[in-house]
C-alpha cells in the first residue's frame, strides 16, 4: 500500500473553506494523484479538507470517507496554544512558551514520553497524542496493518497495492505523521512541514522479513504545482520558493 496524506490547498479559514488559487492547487492535485490510481479517499471533516479531496475523489468514482480526529480544530485543542483571536496563539512547535521545551535536550531524551516532562504537564498534549496514536492505528488496521507502538513496526495483516489519499491540514499533519512514523513529536514537529496542496508519500510494503516499516517516499510534494504553473510559494512566504 501506499499511503498519501495531503494537506488541503489555499484556505479561507472564516468561513472554512479554498480560495480561488486553493481550488485550482486541487484540481492539479487530483490529476497528479489520479496518476497513481487512488483506491480509497480519506478527508478529516474539515470543509477545506474536503474541498480539496473532491477532485481526486470524482476523477476516481470514490466516496469521501470524514475522519473526525483529523480536523485541525480537533487536534488544536490539546496542541494550539493560547486563545483565538489573540495574535500570541500558535501551535506548540511555534510557540514562545513550548518551541525551546520541546527542542530541550531533556525533552528529546524522553522519546515518546516527552510529554511528561515536568515542565510540559500543564498542557493536554498526552491526551492529545494518546487521541491520535488511536485513530491513526484503527485507520490502519481496517486498511491492513497492525500497528505494534513499541517495535514501531506494522503487521501486515491484509497486505494490498492499494493507493489510500487522506486530505487533512498542516497541524493535524505533525501529530499524524509522528504517530504514523513512531518518530516523537517534538523531533518530528519541529522539524518537518508541508505546503498548501502538498503531498507526503509514504510506502507500506512488507520488507524481506515480512515486517512494515513505514518509509517517507516524498515529503510535502508540490509537483503538481510545476505541471499546472501555478505560484510556488510556501505558505505566502516569498522568500522561501522551490
Known sequence: ??????????????????????????????????????????????????????????????????????????????????????????????????????????????????????????????????????GVDKLFAELGYEHNRYTGTYTPVNDNDKRVALFAHQGCSTVFLSCLLDIPYPIFATRFDMCHSAFTAIDFHPDRYGMVVPRVMTLSNDSHLYREGLPLRYNHNDRCRF
Open 1 to 134: 500500500m501506499i499511503f498519501f496524506y495531503v494537506r488541503h490547498g489555499d484556505p479561507i479559514y472564516n468561513p472554512d473553506t479554498l480560495t480561488p488559487l486553493g481550488e485550482r492547487q486541487a484540481e492539479a492535485l487530483a490529476k497528479r494523484l489520479c496518476m497513481h490510481g487512488i483506491n480509497k479517499v480519506y478527508a478529516s471533516t474539515s470543509n477545506r479538507a474536503i474541498l480539496t479531496g473532491k477532485p481526486t475523489a470524482d476523477i476516481m468514482g470514490k466516496e469521501i470517507v470524514q475522519l473526525d480526529f483529523c480536523n485541525e480544530a480537533n487536534v488544536a485543542k490539546d496542541f494550539m496554544i493560547g486563545e483565538w483571536p489573540h495574535p500570541d496563539q500558535a501551535w506548540a512547535w511555534d510557540h514562545k512558551d513550548t518551541r525551546k521545551l520541546l527542542l530541550d535536550p531533556e525533552v528529546v531524551a524522553m522519546g515518546h514520553e516527552w510529554y511528561k516532562h515536568p515542565k510540559l504537564a500543564e498542557y493536554t498534549f498526552e491526551h492529545g497524542i494518546q487521541t491520535m496514536y488511536e
